[in-house]
């Protein structure tokens, strides 16, 4: 801990308070070490104060071992969320899910989105095949440097994006008040997690709409939500005639997706030989050689530059595939402005077509 944070907690903490928000989160052995450092810098007599939309066992535990005289306040007994949310849910199959995903997404183009996957890398390829669409996604996870998330919540904040595709990381300690709908495109298998996600729209007595995608595999987690919040949801209206019209496309944009990053760094990845009769291992990156260890002698590293090291020539190659990736990012780009309205025109003409059949 730097001086000034050490500095900073010493002032605070003369207060004699200690408020812990998300407290189930924090007792959590992640936080162990920093926990500890703060309660190092403040005095022992103190107010704790525990804040959490879910009480665990373990915060139980902490109360009934750890504070003196505590003073529980409880809003509800049970898990619920609150009335002005509209809850739904889609069964749908794995290889269609993106499918479905999209569908949902360009029906309610105009609302304001959160996107929660399971892992970090689905946050990237999501929010990448989502642009190539014609969406504007941006992604948010425990991956990314605090400023880039910061930057990326500034930018959702602000209206630049309206998609924010994220993992757990986003849901819990974030107010964003015009959040109009939270997507579960995976659904979480501790059920607890669904009520911090879908509490992320319909706050301040805002109504919202929360939709959870699921699987053949998630079945039994959302079945363990429903038990949680005891009701069982309305199912979403989605016709799969208008829903696979679109798997050419994200089929395409996911393709793309998975190989613009391949492309852009195909050539940058570290190489290391070892020479015979030598102790050492010679290895170059993208433009410069450097030795690692020591040689037997000059000879044999000048050789080895020589014969290993990159030329001209590659580096000129490198340079065209990235350009390459660079211009087949910007033409899917300006291919992709369009693609939302072209979507929503086909579904309709199939709804029309369907209508005139039913007649």
């Known amino acids: 801990m730097s001086k000034r944070a050490s500095?900073?907690?010493?002032?605070?903490?003369?207060s004699g308070v200690?408020?812990?928000?998300?407290?189930?989160?924090?007792?959590?052995?992640?936080?162990?070490?920093?926990i500890d450092k703060i309660l190092e810098a403040i005095p022992c007599e103190r107010k704790t104060y525990l804040f959490s939309a879910t009480m665990t066992k373990k915060v139980r535990k902490l109360q009934r071992a750890c504070l003196r005289n505590p003073v529980k306040i409880e809003a509800s007994s049970k898990y619920s969320t609150v009335d002005t949310l509209k809850q739904q849910y889609l069964l749908v199959p794995s290889m269609h899910k993106e499918c479905y995903l999209i569908y949902i997404l360009t029906e309610m183009s105009t609302s304001t989105s959160m996107v929660f996957t399971r892992t970090c890398d689905s946050t990237s390829l999501l929010s990448l095949m989502l642009r190539n669409l014609g969406l504007r996604a941006i992604p948010i996870s425990?991956?990314?440097?605090?400023?880039?998330?910061?930057?990326?919540?500034?930018?959702?904040?602000a209206g630049e994006c309206n998609i924010l595709v994220c993992t757990d990381v986003a849901s819990r300690g974030l107010d964003i008040?015009?959040?109009?709908?939270?997507?579960?495109?995976?659904i979480p298998s501790n059920s607890k997690d669904y009520i911090h996600r879908v509490g992320r729209t319909a706050r301040a007595g805002r109504s919202g709409v929360a939709i959870s995608i699921v699987s053949q595999y998630e079945f039994e987690w959302y079945l363990q939500i429903e038990n949680l919040i005891g009701k069982k949801l309305p199912l979403f209206p989605a016709q799969e005639e208008e829903v696979l019209l679109l798997l050419e496309r994200v089929s395409e944009a996911r393709r793309i997706s998975i190989m613009l990053p391949s492309m852009?760094?195909?050539?940058?990845?570290?190489?290391?030989?070892?020479?015979?009769?030598?102790?050492?291992?010679?290895?170059y990156g993208k433009d410069t050689a450097s030795v690692r260890l020591g040689w037997k002698s000059t000879s044999d590293l000048n050789k080895l530059k020589k014969n290993y090291a990159p030329s001209r020539?590659?580096?000129?190659?490198?340079?065209?595939?990235?350009?390459?990736?660079?211009?087949?990012?910007?033409?899917?780009?300006?291919?992709?402005?369009?693609?939302?309205?072209?979507?929503?025109?086909?579904?309709?003409?199939?709804?029309?077509?369907?209508?005139?059949?039913?007649?």
Do not use: C
């Open 18 to 34: 200690q408020v812990l928000d998300e407290a189930d989160r924090l007792l959590n052995e992640d936080f162990e070490k920093a």
């Open 264 to 283: 852009k760094h195909g050539y940058s990845r570290n190489v290391a030989v070892r020479v015979p009769g030598t102790f050492g291992i010679f290895g």
């Open 142 to 157: 425990g991956q990314m440097s605090q400023a880039k998330r910061l930057g990326a919540l500034n930018k959702f904040k």
């Open 7 to 14: 500095k900073w907690l010493q002032k605070a903490g003369s």
């Open 313 to 359: 020539g590659r580096a000129r190659r490198t340079q065209a595939r990235e350009d390459q990736a660079e211009g087949a990012a910007s033409a899917m780009e300006r291919k992709s402005k369009n693609m939302v309205g072209r979507i929503r025109e086909e579904v309709e003409e199939m709804r029309v077509r369907k209508k005139l059949r039913d007649m």
């Open 177 to 186: 008040p015009n959040v109009d709908l939270v997507i579960n495109y995976d």
